[in-house]
């Protein structure tokens, strides 16, 4: 359909925020070095290497 505009939905959504973590929205999987696995709607991962629920923030970055 010539001229038509076809909505694109990102599977995923990754939004820096400021001093804190990225934000992941959408269904991701997350693999870890041992080879488990996590799929979630949202993560919150660590930018600041502070928290100790890597690679998940924990809020640790809010102390500076
Ligand atoms: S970004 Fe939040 S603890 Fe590292």
């Known amino acids: 359909m010539k001229g038509t505009i076809v909505p694109i939905k990102p599977e995923v959504v990754v939004k820096v925020i400021e001093c804190g973590p990225l934000r992941i929205g959408g269904h991701v999987r997350i693999m870890f070095s041992d080879g488990s696995m996590v799929i979630k709607q ?23």
């Not at 949202?42 to 809010?62: E, T």
Request: net charge neutral.
């Open 42 to 64: 949202r993560a919150f991962i660590c930018r600041c290497g502070k928290s100790s629920n890597q690679p998940f923030c924990d809020g640790s970055h809010v102390e500076d």
